[in-house]
Every structure is written in structure tokens, then in C-alpha cells.
């Protein structure tokens, strides 16, 4: 489980856009989802940013409405989803759900379709 756990937090960290390469970026999460630990909290994360890319991919293949546009490379970070649900929810035990309500709120304003 340590060499997982170590594998999570290194590929959060360096899949990191806009990430200086002099500076490791420390994931920080402010916040408890639901009874997970630090790691699993950190999988969620990872595998929502993962699903919003995938979102952002169909509905530009399908020529469908946008509610939010990724970026240029196609990556909306664990960075960016960190501090979106840190802001809202510091020193909060918050479930999934409002998790994912909150990411959906922010991203037209973080990623807007031009």
C-alpha cells in the first residue's frame, strides 16, 4: 500500500500543468471527503479531473452545448479541482455529491468556452 500510496502523490505532482520544475507542487486538501483518507480523497480528485476531460472531449466531438471548455492541452488539473473545493469547503466534512456540485459551479467561470 506505501508504494501506491507513493505513486498517487508523485503522479499528482508531476502531472501538474503550469508546474515550475524547480517547485514540486504539494497537493493540500483543506477539507474531509466523506470518511477518506488523505489518499483516497487525492484518487477521487485525480479520477474527476480524468472524467471532466473526457466530458470536455465528447461534447466537442459531438458539437454539443458547452457549459465549460477545457484548456488548450485538454487538462483540467488536481491542482485546479483542489483549490475549487478548498475555498469552499475548509474545515468541512462534505460528501461526494457536494464535491461535485461545487467543481460543476466553478468551471464555466475557470474554463469558459470562447
Given at each position: 500500500?506505501?508504494?501506491?500510496?507513493?505513486?498517487?502523490?508523485c503522479?499528482?505532482?508531476?502531472?501538474?500543468?503550469?508546474?515550475?520544475?524547480?517547485?514540486?507542487?504539494?497537493?493540500?486538501?483543506?477539507?474531509?471527503?466523506?470518511?477518506?483518507?488523505?489518499?483516497?480523497?487525492?484518487?477521487?480528485?485525480?479520477?474527476?479531473g480524468?472524467?471532466l476531460?473526457?466530458?470536455?472531449?465528447?461534447?466537442?466531438?459531438?458539437?454539443?452545448?458547452?457549459?465549460?471548455?477545457?484548456?488548450?492541452?485538454?487538462?483540467?488539473?488536481?491542482?485546479?479541482?483542489?483549490?475549487?473545493?478548498?475555498?469552499?469547503?475548509?474545515?468541512?466534512?462534505?460528501?461526494?455529491?457536494?464535491?461535485?456540485?461545487?467543481?460543476?459551479?466553478?468551471?464555466?467561470?475557470?474554463?469558459?468556452?470562447?
Amino acid at each position: 500500500m506505501t508504494k501506491f500510496r507513493t505513486l498517487i502523490f508523485c503522479a499528482l505532482a508531476i502531472a501538474t500543468p503550469g508546474a515550475n520544475s524547480s517547485e514540486a507542487w504539494v497537493p493540500e486538501v483543506n477539507f474531509q471527503l466523506e470518511d477518506a483518507d488523505y489518499i483516497r480523497t487525492l484518487t477521487w480528485v485525480s479520477g474527476f479531473g480524468y472524467a471532466l476531460d473526457a466530458i470536455g472531449r465528447i461534447t466537442i466531438e459531438h458539437n454539443q452545448t458547452r457549459v465549460f471548455c477545457t484548456p488548450v492541452d485538454g487538462y483540467i488539473g488536481s491542482k485546479e479541482l483542489l483549490e475549487i473545493l478548498n475555498a469552499k469547503f475548509a474545515g468541512q466534512t462534505i460528501t461526494s455529491e457536494e464535491a461535485t456540485v461545487e467543481i460543476m459551479d466553478k468551471l464555466p467561470s475557470r474554463y469558459p468556452c470562447e
